[in-house]
Every structure is written in structure tokens, then in C-alpha cells.
């Protein structure tokens, strides 16, 4: 052990500490960190002999903390916090990583274009992870700010680490085949549905709020959810994947066009898709307030909370944008 305890503390020391702290697991936190493995622990080993403290118990099958790595969490978080504010005072901050889960849907994209007309001196960067439930864990890990999604629809255990602000009641629709014969409909009701087996992302782990939301939405309609479908990335293994199923797709009113398809909103009654801007309890940047302002601006400005007469939304949804309110 050292005889005085260090004058300084290399803030990357203090990242790695925190890294770990947070994931328990040495390999997911070097992933987190973009670094390899032995040079996290190397890091961690450093930190420990600088402070004259052993911060982790180490097994073959786990990772904990000590009362000293316990005890070093909170003043951790408040000195790396200290010193992103201090460079974003002078223009330094990094930028603000907003999760828009694909390129073609509206809501989040109208959200973050505001956020930059508001706040033009900070970066705002999207992301795309597909769903809010794998947007979620890449929030509480730190690698990504914010997204967009069905917050109640989330595992409790995520939700715990997050909070959210509700943005928008978006009305769903369903992309039928152009030669299916409910595309001749302008507008489809639930009922004519009965029968149909509608893709909803089923066994996409990174989409299973969706999911759950479409088993309420057509519980009790004689309405089926396709099963899972190979996983697709990219819009036109989508397009391509869609088209060999042939299935109708559950999605919003402002889904992006596809070929060979029609998109017709749903009624009677018209099912809601909420969406919240969701992120990490404790999030600090300079560039955050600018996306919660956008957001409140826009829902505001079109009536995005506004439900319809006879709107259909999940009890839970509706007890979660309560509970925030």
C-alpha cells in the first residue's frame, strides 16, 4: 500500500471504476469503454493501489463491490460529472447520442431537428437501435442518451434506471400487400382484421414492447400475431422479408412508404402507440434540456397527447403518463 494517498486521480481511472461498477462484469464494461479487457484491468488495479483500497471482490463466476467500491461509486459519479460540465462550459461537450429507432419514423426525427434549431451551438447525433427495449440497454450502459418508445412497455428492471417524458399518442395503421383485399379500404377497421395473422416484431429482442402491445391490441379480436420472421436489418431485407410472408404489418400513420404495399390507418377503435423521450435517471448535458424543450414544444404545438373519442390505449400506458404528470 502506498504511504500517502495519491494528489491526483486520472479521470480515466474513475471511467474504468465506474464502468465496471455499473455492468459487474469486466468484459461488458470494456466493451462499453471501447477498450480491451486487460488494459480495463489494468486500470482498475491502478486506481486500487493509488487509493490504498480493494474496490472489487473478484470470483471466476462474479464481480461485487467492497464497502470501499460502494463508498467510491457517488463521489466517482460527481467528479467525472464536474468534469464534462467544465468542458462544456467552454464548448467541449460531447455530443448528445438520441436514439430515433429507424430513419424513416417521424416522431423522434421532428423532435431532434427541433433540438438542434434550438440549441445550434451543441451536437445532437441519431442512433438507430430498432426499439426502445434495445435502446434501453444501451442507455443505462452509457452508450447511448436518449430514445423514443413505449416506456411502459419496458422490464421493470429498465425502467428503474430510466425516466421519460410522454411526447405523443401516435396512431397506429396497418401496411397491407396492395392486392390484399382490405387495401381497397381507405381506412380499416380492427373488426376486419378477425381472421389475420399481422406481423408485430415477435421474437425481436430488441422490439418486444411492440409486441406486447399488438397481443393487447388484438386480445379478444380473434386477431393473431405472426410468429417470429428472420431478423432483418436494414429497410430493404425488411421490404424483402415482408414481401415473402405476405403478412399484414402492424405499425403508425407515419410509417415510411414500401413497395408494393398500401399503408391504411386503423379504427373503431383507433389504437394509440405511445411514445415517450426516454433516458438515463440522472442524465447532465448541455444539449439535453434543448431535446426535453423540443419535445414539450411539438406536443404541445400538435396536439400530439390529444386522444380521440374512443381511442384505444393500454391501462398501464395510460397509468404511466399519469404517473409522470
Given at each position: 500500500?502506498?504511504a500517502?494517498?495519491?494528489?491526483?486521480?486520472?479521470p480515466?481511472?474513475?471511467?474504468?471504476?465506474?464502468?465496471?461498477?455499473?455492468?459487474?462484469?469486466?468484459?461488458?464494461?470494456?466493451?462499453?469503454?471501447?477498450i480491451?479487457?486487460?488494459?480495463?484491468s489494468?486500470?482498475?488495479?491502478?486506481?486500487?493501489?493509488?487509493?490504498?483500497?480493494?474496490?472489487?471482490?473478484?470470483?471466476?463466476?462474479?464481480?461485487?463491490?467492497t464497502?470501499?467500491?460502494?463508498?467510491?461509486?457517488?463521489?466517482?459519479?460527481?467528479?467525472?460529472?464536474?468534469?464534462?460540465?467544465?468542458?462544456?462550459?467552454f464548448?467541449q461537450?460531447?455530443?448528445?447520442?438520441?436514439d430515433?429507432?429507424?430513419?424513416?419514423?417521424?416522431?423522434?426525427?421532428?423532435?431532434?431537428?427541433?433540438?438542434?434549431?434550438?440549441?445550434?451551438?451543441?451536437?445532437?447525433m441519431?442512433?438507430?437501435?430498432?426499439?426502445?427495449?434495445g435502446?434501453?440497454?444501451?442507455?443505462?450502459?452509457?452508450?447511448?442518451?436518449?430514445?423514443?418508445?413505449?416506456?411502459?412497455?419496458?422490464?421493470p428492471?429498465?425502467?428503474?434506471?430510466?425516466?421519460?417524458?410522454?411526447?405523443?399518442?401516435?396512431?397506429?395503421?396497418?401496411?397491407?400487400?396492395?392486392?390484399?383485399?382490405?387495401?381497397?379500404?381507405?381506412?380499416?377497421?380492427?373488426?376486419a382484421?378477425?381472421?389475420?395473422t399481422?406481423?408485430?416484431?415477435?421474437?425481436?429482442?430488441?422490439?418486444?414492447?411492440?409486441?406486447?402491445?399488438?397481443?393487447?391490441?388484438?386480445?379478444g379480436?380473434?386477431?393473431?400475431?405472426?410468429?417470429?420472421?428472420?431478423?432483418?436489418?436494414?429497410?430493404?431485407?425488411?421490404?424483402?422479408?415482408?414481401?415473402?410472408?405476405?403478412?399484414?404489418?402492424?405499425?403508425?400513420?407515419d410509417?415510411?412508404a414500401?413497395?408494393?404495399?398500401?399503408?391504411?390507418?386503423?379504427?373503431?377503435?383507433?389504437?394509440?402507440?405511445?411514445?415517450?423521450?426516454?433516458?438515463?435517471?440522472?442524465?447532465?448535458?448541455?444539449?439535453?434540456?434543448?431535446?426535453?424543450?423540443?419535445?414539450?414544444?411539438?406536443?404541445?404545438?400538435?396536439?400530439?397527447?390529444?386522444?380521440?373519442?374512443?381511442?384505444?390505449?393500454?391501462?398501464?400506458?395510460l397509468?404511466?403518463g399519469?404517473?409522470?404528470?
Amino acid at each position: 500500500m502506498p504511504a500517502a494517498h495519491p494528489a491526483h486521480l486520472d479521470p480515466r481511472l474513475l471511467r474504468a471504476f465506474l464502468a465496471v461498477a455499473e455492468e459487474l462484469h469486466f468484459t461488458r464494461a470494456a466493451a462499453r469503454l471501447y477498450i480491451a479487457q486487460q488494459a480495463l484491468s489494468r486500470d482498475v488495479r491502478r486506481l486500487e493501489r493509488e487509493l490504498g483500497a480493494e474496490l472489487f471482490v473478484r470470483t471466476t463466476r462474479q464481480v461485487t463491490l467492497t464497502g470501499d467500491g460502494e463508498r467510491l461509486v457517488p463521489y466517482a459519479r460527481r467528479a467525472l460529472q464536474a468534469q464534462d460540465d467544465l468542458l462544456a462550459a467552454f464548448g467541449q461537450a460531447r455530443p448528445l447520442l438520441v436514439d430515433l429507432n429507424s430513419p424513416g419514423l417521424v416522431t423522434g426525427r421532428r423532435v431532434l431537428h427541433r433540438a438542434r434549431e434550438i440549441a445550434p451551438e451543441h451536437e445532437l447525433m441519431a442512433r438507430y437501435e430498432s426499439g426502445l427495449t434495445g435502446a434501453a440497454g444501451e442507455i443505462v450502459a452509457g452508450r447511448l442518451d436518449a430514445s423514443f418508445g413505449r416506456f411502459a412497455g419496458l422490464d421493470p428492471a429498465l425502467r428503474a434506471g430510466l425516466d421519460h417524458q410522454p411526447v405523443r399518442y401516435e396512431p397506429m395503421a396497418i401496411l397491407l400487400p396492395e392486392d390484399h383485399p382490405l387495401a381497397e379500404l381507405p381506412e380499416v377497421p380492427l373488426a376486419a382484421l378477425a381472421g389475420e395473422t399481422v406481423y408485430a416484431g415477435a421474437g425481436n429482442p430488441r422490439t418486444p414492447e411492440w409486441t406486447d402491445l399488438a397481443h393487447r391490441l388484438f386480445d379478444g379480436r380473434g386477431i393473431g400475431v405472426a410468429p417470429p420472421a428472420p431478423l432483418a436489418v436494414g429497410d430493404e431485407e425488411f421490404q424483402r422479408i415482408m414481401a415473402k410472408m405476405r403478412n399484414p404489418v402492424l405499425a403508425v400513420i407515419d410509417f415510411p412508404a414500401m413497395p408494393g404495399t398500401v399503408l391504411r390507418p386503423l379504427t373503431d377503435p383507433v389504437p394509440l402507440s405511445p411514445v415517450s423521450l426516454v433516458w438515463r435517471k440522472g442524465l447532465a448535458h448541455p444539449a439535453f434540456d434543448a431535446l426535453r424543450r423540443a419535445a414539450a414544444q411539438l406536443t404541445a404545438e400538435e396536439g400530439w397527447l390529444a386522444r380521440p373519442a374512443g381511442g384505444w390505449i393500454p391501462a398501464m400506458d395510460l397509468a404511466a403518463g399519469s404517473a409522470h404528470n
